[in-house]
């Protein structure tokens, strides 16, 4: 939920905290968004008041992103499928009242665009003309949500991409009103920026911007106007080490493609590149490929699903940048260690800072292990709709890491934001002759606990040995959990009098988890790694309690041997 709508719908008073931790700079521009939100609503503002737009479009940007094709038929039929949820018919049509509020953005951003194109032929064409004709028709006043900035830059960068599929084949008439349509939501998003949006939805609304100034006719205030904005984003977005801001495998993404196609809009317009957007590109790529598994899809940490392995790789071809070998990113808080097949993906870093974490996780210090292609422990994932599910899955349980009396390391508030959490993380790499160490600590649990979380973590150089060591300091008689969650496809059991588990991956391969300091045992846990789709899975879990000021469990992965013939 965006900030202004998260104020406006359930009071000020919940979101205090969150306001009173924003940066000066951010805070004043919610403030002002929220202020001016009033005349907005005036039937005097008239925001999507449709005038006369002389001349044809200018520039039709590139769209190379491929479309569901099953899922544009089905939009064809009237069954829209968003955010997990489908609703066949919905009525009102724009605003159905059993909607999740992701479903809402996914319907008004207007990126299925693309799955229609992707299912072909006059129908599909046909039915992107009457769905655009009827938003026109139907929102040419000011509300929060469809006008809400991100979703205006969505909805603005689809139908330009889309242009060729359904806006030149209209009619006259059709024609002039979407480009009417179009030009009075980039009117309103010039006036509006930098609104109530930060992130990833600043840059997503900067492209919608870009795309309005380079297409339309007389767009060239609103190019200058999204490209010195973009300037501004981009220092305070991408880190130093090319890492968004969010600290978010799937925003890392999402970001990366918005800024790509930004840069082939300005290349096919003939406009020189900016030099800090080419550089953000070249930077942001390796992280991208820092995030990625054996099977080419995304690591599960902060608001992350999946994601197809040959998505991410069209985003780095698209790139174009020359992606060397990346292990870590520190000033983005991740690591990467890979010894033979193995491969070991750790979150090392503090959480997003405030204007940043509206897509944050609790799970400082969890990590993630795949061995080849297939995964072994995971965290839990991402639900993108569901309430209930998303929270569940931020929670630090939802994560293989070490949690103290079944409490978040960092706070998650009301409005989706993090409150307290660790402020001090630290990580310290080392390697030798192929052997990889890492040694981190966070004190996420020091202001109410007392305790602080070391980790050890020891990769061979065979790849066929994960050593770790979880160790709380401070307070005593307090309990703890560490959680091992693991893939579905992963077959687990406990053997040897309980002492240890044995893991089975779908190829065949075996893995022997011990453990001394704590008592292990086997728990249900679900997977949310596919975007709403929620498969049972299981987690090992060693438990016990804090004594003396202290508590240290040792814990070792090794491949099992294979049996011979």
């Avoid at 942001?284 to 899809?297: E, I, N, S, T």
């Avoid at 070991?344 to 400082?364: C, E, I, K, N, Y």
Wanted: with cysteine; glycine share 10%.
């Amino acid at each position: 939920m965006a900030w202004g709508e998260a104020v406006q719908g359930s009071g000020f008073r919940p979101h205090l905290r969150s306001l009173q931790r924003l940066p000066a700079a951010l805070l004043l521009q919610r403030l002002s968004y929220l202020i001016k939100t009033p005349f907005y609503r005036s039937p005097l503002y008239g925001a999507g008041r449709l005038r006369s737009e002389p001349g044809a479009i200018r520039l039709t940007p590139p769209d190379p992103w491929p479309g569901n094709a099953t899922r544009g038929a089905s939009i064809v039929q009237g069954d829209f499928t968003f955010a997990g949820q489908s609703i066949q018919a919905p009525s009102p049509l724009w605003a159905p009242a059993d909607a999740h509020r992701r479903w809402l953005e996914e319907l008004h951003g207007f990126e299925w665009l693309r799955d229609l194109r992707a299912a072909g032929g006059d129908a599909a064409r046909r039915r992107a003309r009457e769905l655009a004709a009827d938003w026109v028709e139907a929102h040419q006043r000011w509300s929060p949500l469809p006008w809400r900035p991100d979703l205006i830059g969505s909805r603005l960068a689809a139908w330009f991409g889309q242009h060729d599929f359904f806006w030149a084949s209209g009619d006259a008439e059709f024609q002039n009103r979407i480009a009417a349509s179009a030009a009075a939501q980039a009117r309103h998003l010039a006036r509006a920026l930098p609104g109530g949006v930060s992130g990833s939805e600043a840059i997503r609304s900067i492209k919608g911007l870009v795309f309005a100034g380079l297409a339309l006719p007389r767009g060239e205030p609103w190019a200058l106007r999204g490209l010195d904005l973009l300037k501004r984003e981009l220092r305070r977005q991408i880190l130093p080490d090319g890492g968004h801001a969010e600290r978010s495998p799937g925003a890392q993404l999402s970001v990366l493609r918005d800024l790509i196609d930004i840069r082939a809009a300005l290349v096919a317009a003939e406009r020189e590149v900016p030099s800090d957007l080419q550089i953000a590109i070249d930077g942001m790529a390796p992280v991208l490929r820092l995030f990625q598994h054996g099977d080419g899809g995304l690591a599960l940490f902060n608001d992350t699903a999946q994601e197809e392995g040959w998505l991410v790789d069209l985003a780095l071809t698209r790139a174009g940048a020359r992606i060397k070998p990346l292990n870590q990113a520190p000033q983005t808080g991740f690591q990467r260690l890979v010894a033979g097949r193995t491969l070991v993906l750790v979150d090392a870093g503090r959480p997003p800072r405030p204007g940043f974490d509206a897509h944050a996780h609790a799970g400082t210090l969890s990590f993630e292990m795949s061995v080849g292609r297939e995964r072994m422990i995971v965290n839990c994932g991402a639900h993108p709709g569901d309430a209930e599910w998303r929270t569940a899955q931020r929670l630090t349980a939802a994560h293989s890491t070490l949690v103290v009396e079944d409490t978040n390391s960092s706070e998650i508030m009301p409005d989706g934001t993090l409150g307290h959490g660790p402020t001090v993380v630290l990580c310290r790499r080392q390697e030798v002759d192929g052997n990889l160490w890492l040694e981190l600590s966070h004190d996420g649990y020091q202001q109410r606990f007392g305790l602080v979380h070391h980790r050890r973590l020891y990769l061979a150089a065979t790849g066929e040995e994960l050593r770790g060591e979880d160790r709380l300091t401070g307070g005593a008689g307090r309990a703890f959990a560490i959680r091992f969650h693991l893939h579905p496809q992963v077959q687990v059991s406990i053997v040897q009098s309980a002492s240890s588990v044995l893991l089975k991956l779908p190829g065949g391969a075996g893995w022997r988890l011990r453990c001394s300091g704590g008592a292990i045992a086997l728990e249900p846990s679900v997977y949310l790694g596919r975007a709403a789709e929620a498969r049972r899975t299981q987690q090992i879990v060693i438990s016990g309690t804090v004594e003396a000021g202290e508590a240290v469990v040792k814990w070792g992965l090794r491949r099992e041997a294979k049996p011979k013939a």
